[in-house]
């Protein structure tokens, strides 16, 4: 017998200025159905394409949104860099919502979606049911501490030509380009060779990554740089679901401050898995979100 395919549609929602967001939706549709999903992807700036394999939390009575921040992938992209700040990502997320019709929502963000959704919920939104802050930081000063932790222990000569180029300010260089990926190989995903879906993602790396982040994961000198929730973390008040990975530059040591700070957290670390826990240990990733998917919804 085969599947019952689920529901999709993609479109466009209008965002401020006349620009556009893209956005796609699967599942939902059943009479019995549970408070949408919404997934805030990474980067800054990376378009949704990595996170496509957590459509598989979607079912008839689970629907999941998927869309792209303005300035990358399917959506508008703007030539306008004084347009990236961390307000205008937070003020975007309840636009889509209230251009979808989502009243009751869960949240899922990976690594600066994780960021944004912390972000948004000490907003107070009206109709947030849950977090689930994924390979994620409350603090991006703590999260580049970690990243030179971990970029002592690569290679001296990978070191080496890492800080030259930083120096130079030459870290559009094939070199450094290379050195990076050894990083990356370590903490970002330990999967060879990278999934299609991931290898989009990064493709279509662009100026919001750039203007917010910086030129690589551990050389962070963008608009966040100095951003810092921490003190903030105990007005996080729905049921919040954290996920890491042993390897994950968002190190054990991130996660222990998120899960002390925000009260009656629940905090998974994936003993196989880095950055991209979701691609690493898919299965139990999915098993984990849904568990806790349900649990929420059980008591809401």
């Not at 849950?130 to 000063?141: D, K, Q």
């Not at 290379?178 to 993602?201: I, N």
């Not at 740089?225 to 973390?233: I, Q, V």
Request: aromatic share 8%; with cysteine.
């Amino acid at each position: 017998m085969s599947e019952m395919k689920l529901h999709e549609e993609e479109g466009f929602v209008p965002v401020e200025d006349g620009y556009k967001v893209w956005y796609w939706s699967i599942g939902g549709g059943d009479k019995e159905e549970h408070i949408p999903l919404i997934v805030l992807h990474g980067g800054p700036g990376v378009p949704h394409d990595y996170l496509e394999n957590l459509k598989a939390l979607a079912s008839e009575q689970q629907r999941v949104i998927f869309y792209d921040q303005l300035g990358c992938g399917h959506s508008d992209q703007p030539n306008e860099p004084e347009r990236w700040q961390v307000q205008r990502f937070v003020e975007e997320v309840d636009m889509v919502r209230r251009a979808l019709g989502l009243e009751r929502v869960h949240i899922l963000g990976q690594s600066w979606g994780g960021m944004l959704a912390i972000e948004y919920a000490l907003t107070q939104p009206k109709g947030l049911v849950s977090l689930v802050l994924a390979n994620t930081t409350a603090s991006i000063p703590l999260w580049i501490a970690e990243a030179n932790r971990l970029r002592n222990e690569l290679p001296l000569e990978v070191n080496a030509v890492l800080t030259q180029h930083e120096e130079a300010g030459t870290t559009d260089s094939q070199e450094y380009h290379d050195a990076m990926d050894v990083f990356y190989e370590r903490h970002v995903l330990r999967v060879k060779p990278m999934p299609d879906y991931v290898q989009r993602s990064f493709d279509g790396i662009g100026q919001v990554y750039l203007t917010m982040n910086g030129p690589s994961e551990f050389h962070v000198i963008g608009v966040i740089k100095d951003w810092d929730r921490t003190a903030r973390l105990g007005e996080i008040k729905v049921p919040t679901l954290i996920i890491s990975g042993r390897y994950d530059e968002s190190t054990p040591m991130i996660n222990e401050i998120l899960h002390r700070g925000i009260a009656g957290s629940e905090w998974v670390l994936l003993e196989n898995s880095s950055h991209l826990a979701h691609v690493e240990e898919p299965e139990l990733y999915m098993q984990t979100v849904q568990k806790f998917l349900a649990h929420v919804e059980q008591e809401a």
